[in-house]
């Protein structure tokens, strides 16, 4: 074999190594517009549009306040000097010229500036007709009333699309994109105001893919303010993972919040954390880009439950137990019968016997994880009383027995276990 295939083969290994993922960021070229001499910006969801001034609707209030009667520096009857400038004297009269007649035409007025603002999607399907707005404001910022021109560019020439009437500053017309183009806005100038031409605006028209994302969260039900694994996917259809950032957002109070933003990894698959106060709900969201159109995963509930705490150790013998600090239980590991985990009643434990069926559980420690009361068992006697373990287990019927005394008897606390992921 010659050492020219081999190259290629090794290549073709390590290209096959890197494995196949798709990108969400990967944009098309925006098209090309007449005499643009800076490069036209995309508007897309990666690159949002900047920001369009509020046109103000009311000039400036002159000021009606009377001229100051304050005598200067102390000096009575004598008036401060006012900001108005003084009129300049009328030029005397030529003779033979009537008086009070200019001796040359006044200049008309400059005209103003002012400024033209686009909005439109960066991002649209071929054939949707989408909202197109101009915003046009003077110098100061004050909306202006008038006709201005939307403009299409074709080729090196702009073609007109439509005329916009603004009202204080505004107006909006609607356009079907049949495909990607470069916009403007023009106004091509009175003897009040000088041309102007907004900045152009790339539309994007591109049929965009399908695509599908996944949530998943685990535990589901953790005791109030525990942590949660949240875990998303995102696939095209034909299952490619796609690389990109999505929004991971929770349910408060009918609306939904972006908690965080995550990036998948070439498998597609990013992961966070949430910590829920109460029960909510979460989901995943990509808002649609150049490549991929937008899609929201299925929502996923966690419940996150009110539970009573036991911290839990391990412990062999009785001795063991009598060592325990107040309200700690242990796991007794020499039974083996079933799982007990065993604490004194006057070492601040006796209210293991009063949770009512249904309540929560959190153990800590040993066999942690959160757990329903499902049944109980007074037993008469205490200790060596009560026979072999085996018969006060509970078999399938739970997964953690929670004993100690009541008065003379023995109680068991029976507890099954709500999420074996928390284990």
């Known amino acids: 074999m010659s050492r020219g295939l081999s190259a290629v083969l090794v290549l073709l290994a390590a290209a096959a190594a890197v494995g196949f993922y798709l990108t969400a960021g990967q944009n098309p070229e925006p098209p090309p517009g007449p005499g643009a001499v800076e490069p036209v910006e995309v508007l897309t969801a990666e690159a949002p549009a900047a920001p369009v001034p509020e046109p103000l609707t009311q000039p400036p209030a002159a000021s009606d306040a009377p001229a100051s009667s304050d005598a200067v520096d102390g000096a009575p009857g004598e008036q401060r000097p006012s900001a108005a400038p003084t009129a300049a004297p009328a030029p005397a009269a030529t003779p033979g010229e009537p008086a009070g007649t200019p001796s040359s035409p006044a200049q008309p007025p400059a005209p103003r500036t002012s400024q033209l603002y686009l909005t439109a999607p960066g991002l649209t399907d071929p054939g949707t007709t989408e909202m197109f707005t101009a915003t046009w404001v003077d110098a100061e910022g004050y909306g202006l009333d008038g006709v201005v021109e939307l403009q299409r560019a074709e080729g090196a020439t702009w073609v007109p699309v439509a005329e916009l009437t603004t009202e204080v500053g505004r107006a909006s017309t609607s356009v079907t994109v049949a495909a990607s183009a470069v916009y403007r806005l023009a106004f091509r100038g009175s003897d009040e105001l000088d041309p102007q031409v907004s900045a152009e605006v790339a539309v994007i028209a591109e049929t965009r893919l399908e695509s599908a994302v996944t949530v998943t969260a685990t535990p589901q039900s953790v005791p109030a303010g525990d942590a949660v694994d949240v875990a998303v996917t995102w696939r095209n259809a034909d299952d490619v993972p796609i690389i990109g950032d999505l929004q991971v957002q929770e349910l408060r109070d009918g609306s939904w919040v972006t908690v965080t933003t995550v990036t998948t990894g070439s498998d597609g698959v990013a992961a966070t954390a949430v910590t ?22 299925d929502p996923v509930t966690v419940t996150a ?7 839990v150790s391990r412990c062999a013998t009785q001795a063991d137990v009598d060592a325990l600090l107040p309200g700690v239980g242990c796991h007794y590991t020499s039974v083996s019968a079933g ?23 959190e ?61």
């Open 363 to 423: 153990l800590t420690g040993e066999q942690a994880g959160l757990y329903e009361v499902v049944d109980r068992v007074i037993a008469p006697g205490r200790a060596g009383e009560l026979g072999p373990a085996s018969q006060w287990t509970c078999g399938e019927r739970c997964d953690v027995i929670l004993q100690t005394c009541v008065g003379d008897n023995t109680g068991f606390t029976w507890l099954r276990r709500l999420d074996a992921a928390a284990a």
């Open 305 to 311: 439950i009110a539970a009573a705490t036991i911290p």
């Open 339 to 361: 799982v007990f985990v065993v604490g004194h009643d006057y070492h601040g434990n006796a209210w293991w016997n009063e949770l009512p069926m249904g309540a929560y559980v």
């Open 276 to 297: 829920p106060p109460a029960t909510r709900e979460y989901r995943a969201v990509y808002p649609g880009g150049t490549r991929y159109l937008p899609v929201t995963s």
